[in-house]
């Protein structure tokens, strides 16, 4: 039983969070050459996986109450207005660095930026979890768990992988200010829309 959770698990986690690879991509592209990079978006997407994991297991236990389903279209706000901030420095030429040494420094990328994205792409992972987890016993809810937060590691390493191939880094270092905030914008209309929020 715990194997077969195991391996429900692996495939509800990699079905539900594939395309966090591009927006960690972005992430690595844009703190290229800093010191701590990888941690700080490690630790900011185990913050966000653990607030969807959180809510999730919160709305199964029937703590609904404190995250009604109407409220979860409306974290589409959070990689919206972060897009709008980068889309905005990159207009105003603050993502333009004309010193060589800047450019191969990139940007600090923050633990709670990755985390409020991460936390707002997650909608459609409680939605999804939610049903999962009440058809389940609560052993294999833990197992559940237990996976993907292994598996929140495995995300991160292969987004840096991603990130760091030199045809793939090259493309992402060239268009990194335009292509961040329009993901970034994308991902907060999209998660606004498919939700309903603002009768949309």
């Given at each position: ?184 914008i994308g991902l907060g209309v999209v998660i606004l ?8």
């Amino acid at each position: 039983m715990i194997l077969t959770s195991v391996l429900q698990a692996m495939g509800l986690f990699v079905a539900t969070n594939i395309d966090d690879i591009i927006v960690l991509s972005l992430f690595f592209a844009r703190g290229a050459g800093q010191r701590g990079t990888t941690a700080r978006i490690l630790a900011g997407q185990y913050l966000g996986f653990a607030g969807i994991l959180g809510a999730a297991v919160l709305v199964t236990i029937g703590a609904g109450a404190f995250l009604p389903s109407e409220a979860i279209p409306y974290f589409g706000l959070i990689p919206l207005g972060l897009g709008l901030w980068a889309a905005w420095q990159a207009w105003r030429g603050d993502d333009d660095d004309d010193d060589d040494e800047a450019k191969v420094a990139g940007k600090k990328v923050g633990v709670w930026t990755v985390a409020g994205v991460t936390l707002a792409n997650g909608g459609d992972n409680i939605g999804v979890y939610t049903p999962v987890f009440l058809s389940v016993e609560p052993l294999a809810v833990a197992a559940y768990c237990i996976v993907f937060l292994a598996l929140v590691a495995a995300l991160v390493v292969l987004a840096k992988f991603v990130a760091t191939r030199q045809p793939i880094a090259e493309v992402l270092e060239r268009w990194e200010h335009i292509l961040f905030p329009i993901v970034l914008i994308g991902l907060g209309v999209v998660i606004l829309v498919s939700g309903g929020a603002f009768g949309l």
